[in-house]
């Protein structure tokens, strides 16, 4: 049997079997790693899933831009989302630079409160948040949780003191 053909066939049934097969280099495979943002996940309540997406390193006096994706993937009516985001002593400059109409945000530095209307089963919401690092090095740290309710008239400050399970997202500042 022909290399090409082992490697296919290998492919095949590492498929088959719900597996991945790395087909690259370690050489190539740190490049990647290094060039690539990072990326958190974790689940704020069983059927709600949120993503933050943010780079891995940045120069002092920089920007560290966070992008955090909600996603509603079982639940079918109208649900409202409290998504809280706590920033470290290196940022100065905290902004909500894109959401949809149907967020509403407030910054309160050094923390970041907003409340993600209508997430209807299958729905997504994205909101982009950009922190200015300031002159240190060191590790900034930001860290985001989330809380669920199907009740439109819950406050934000109450739901906050239910925040289970989040992601911490953490850039070196060099």
Known sequence: ??????????????????????VQSPAQATALAAAAPATASTTAAAPFRYEVYFPKYVRRGGYLTYTVKVRNTKVSGQHYVALVGSFSSHFRKIKVIRKPRSVKCSVDRPAVTCRIA????????????????GSHRGTATAKFGAVVTDNPDARLSELKKHIRGSV???????
């Open 168 to 174: 911490k997202a953490r850039s070196r500042v060099l």
């Open 1 to 22: 049997m022909s290399h090409l053909a082992q490697r296919l066939s290998a492919a095949t049934l590492v498929a088959a079997l719900g597996g991945t097969l790395l």
């Open 118 to 133: 209508s997430l209807d089963k299958g729905d997504t919401t994205t909101v982009t948040i950009r922190g200015w690092v």
